[in-house]
């Protein structure tokens, strides 16, 4: 069987260069969002000692150098093109990380044991390629045994989530 891919061709993706200084710009804002809230705090010192900001915001400060460094040597230094990650490579760590970012925002709303089985049922259909009886019937049995474990045997609550699905069943 042959491979479309030439191989001695260089794989494309994406450069370290390019990684790093977008790493550091994120950063670098959330850096500069502390700073302005602990400013906002009170980044004083005061009669009595350093106000609620103080601390936070002079580490915020010295975030922001930081990033501001790595950001200027990436884009002004020599570019470190190796690759960092591969289309393919990224394409599997995506496959991961966008259901499992689906399920944090339907947990949210539906709760833990609804948004399992939804997770575990469609991430065993896409990727696992599995029917979705089957998926559905896992999905199911798994979150089922989280909620008697948790709920009816250990009697810790877990959350419901914001439309509280599970009510009716008096929890």
């Known amino acids: 069987m042959e491979s479309n891919v030439d191989a001695g061709a260089p794989e494309a993706g994406i450069a370290t260069w390019l ?3 977008l790493v550091a710009l994120a950063l670098l804002l959330f850096g500069a969002l502390i700073a302005w809230k602990s ?6 010192w005061r009669e009595d ?3 609620a900001g103080y601390f936070p915001f002079y580490i915020a400060l010295l975030v922001c150098l930081a990033c501001t460094t790595v950001a200027v040597r990436a884009l002004a230094g020599e570019r470190d093109r190796s690759l960092f990650v591969s289309y393919r490579q990224l394409r599997l760590v995506l496959t991961v990380l966008l259901p499992s970012l689906g399920f944090v925002v339907v947990t949210q709303i539906l ?3 609804i948004g399992s089985l939804l ?3 469609g991430f065993m259909v896409w990727v696992g390629h599995y029917g979705w009886g089957r998926s559905v019937a896992v999905g199911f049995a798994v979150a ?3 909620f008697l474990m948790f709920e009816v045997w250990f009697k810790v609550p877990l959350f419901k989530g914001s439309l509280d699905p599970l009510r ?4």
């Open 19 to 21: 990684v790093e200084f």
């Open 39 to 44: 400013w906002q705090l009170g980044a004083v």
């Open 49 to 51: 000692g350093p106000g």
């Open 111 to 113: 709760g833990l044991y």
């Open 119 to 121: 997770f575990i049922a």
């Open 144 to 146: 089922a045994i989280a």
């Open 168 to 171: 009716f069943l008096g929890y």
